[in-house]
């Protein structure tokens, strides 16, 4: 069965982006790209909500030629990557993407029964209809010390409790990143 992750860049307060949408705190410097980049190339499938889509599609495939190395390599990186996007609003994706509008569990359930590789989860709303049914078995939390004092929310509430297990923590110049098994 396929592994799913669900990692983010978030405030101390745990936010993935500030009241005004902005996440320009989240810019990784040299290590840190990097790491993403050679992380995400080992993602057998990316999952991503609407706006998360939408905001990485206004961007990488559209990189300036003078964009660093690193940049350069993850654009690449992401147009070819396979995608499945989860909207009920957009009509066509592109890059490599493919759009689901109905049943977000029912197809991620699909997509974990069909291989045994690893995939991503990137966007709060969609993550936060995934976390419910137990289908995320990793976070991985960026963690910038920064507080926002409100935003987005990485977690949804919710009314039972999940249980972690830590697996590992890494430090790096600009964050903290901290890995969790779901129990």
Request: hydrophobic letters at 40%.
């Amino acid at each position: 069965m396929r592994k799913l992750i669900y990692g983010y860049g978030v405030s101390l307060d745990g936010h993935i982006n500030d009241r005004d949408g902005n996440i320009d705190w989240t810019d990784p410097d040299e290590e840190l790209h990097q790491f993403h980049n050679d992380r995400y190339r080992q993602l057998e499938i990316a999952l991503h909500g609407r706006r998360l889509y939408e905001l990485m599609a206004e961007y990488w495939p559209h990189i300036p030629n003078t964009a660093s190395p690193i940049e350069r390599e993850f654009a690449e990186l992401w147009t070819q990557k396979p995608k499945v996007v989860f909207s009920r609003t957009l009509t066509e994706v592109h890059w490599n993407s493919r759009l689901v509008s109905d049943n977000a569990v029912e197809e991620v359930r699909k997509l974990k029964a069909a291989g045994d590789g690893v995939m991503e989860v990137g966007g709060a709303n969609l993550a936060a209809s995934l976390i419910p049914h137990g289908l995320i078995d990793e976070y991985q939390l960026f963690i910038s010390p920064v507080l926002l004092g409100g935003g987005t929310p990485m977690f949804p509430t919710s009314d039972k409790r999940l249980t972690l297990r830590l697996i590992e923590t890494r430090h790096f110049a600009t964050v903290v990143m901290l890995r969790y098994l779901a129990e």
